[in-house]
C-alpha cells in the first residue's frame, strides 16, 4: 500500500468513516431493493447476516458505483484490489469508465467477502487505523503470515475472520 494512500485512509476522521459507510448502506438499500422487495433500510452489517441475500446479490452482480463506495472505506489502494479480484488495474479503470458496468459472480462475491472481513475488522478493533495496522502485521495465530496476504482466497479469508473473531471474544493465541 502506498504510504500517501496509507496516510490519507489513517487521517480520515471519525465522521468520514462513519460517512462512508452510510453512503454505502443507503448504496446498499436502493440495490437490495433491486434484488428482493425490502422495503426496510438495510445497513452493511444486516446485510451481512442475511446468506440468502448476499447469494441473490452475488448472481445478480455489483455495479462499479456501489463497488466505489464500498472501496471508500476498506483499507485497499486499487493495485490491492486489481490483486484481490485478479485483474489488472487498466481493466478496472475501464470497468469504472462504463457507467453501466456490473461486476461478474465471481468478482461480485470477492468485493463482498473483503467488505465483510473489513465491516468485521472495524468492529472488532473499534477503529479502522487499528484494523489497518492488524492487517499488516504477521500473526503467529496465522503462521507468521500478515493477515491481509491471506485474503486472497476464500479458505484465507475465514481464516482471517476465524481470528477476528476470537480477537473480538479476546480469546488470543
Do not use: C
Amino acid at each position: 500500500m502506498s504510504y500517501l494512500w496509507r496516510q490519507m485512509y489513517l487521517v480520515m476522521s471519525y465522521d468520514e468513516q462513519i460517512n462512508a459507510i452510510n453512503e454505502v448502506n443507503e448504496a446498499l438499500t436502493a440495490y437490495v431493493k433491486n434484488i428482493e422487495n425490502v422495503s426496510r433500510k438495510i445497513s452493511f452489517a444486516d446485510f451481512f447476516l442475511d446468506k440468502m441475500l448476499i447469494v441473490q446479490a452475488i448472481r445478480r452482480g455489483l455495479p462499479f458505483k456501489i463497488f466505489t463506495q464500498i472501496k471508500s472505506f476498506t483499507p485497499f489502494t486499487d493495485s490491492d484490489w486489481a490483486e484481490y479480484l485478479d485483474l489488472s488495474s487498466k481493466t478496472l479503470q475501464r470497468y469504472r469508465d462504463d457507467k453501466d458496468f456490473y461486476f461478474k459472480p465471481i468478482h461480485t462475491e470477492k468485493i463482498f467477502e473483503l467488505a465483510e472481513v473489513t465491516n468485521f475488522g472495524i468492529e472488532a478493533f473499534g477503529s479502522s487505523e487499528k484494523f489497518y495496522r492488524w492487517l499488516n502485521t504477521p500473526s503467529f495465530a496465522l503462521k507468521g503470515l500478515n493477515p491481509r496476504e491471506l485474503l486472497k482466497d476464500s479458505y484465507g479469508k475465514e481464516m482471517v475472520m476465524a481470528e477476528l473473531n476470537r480477537i473480538e471474544h479476546g480469546i488470543f493465541a
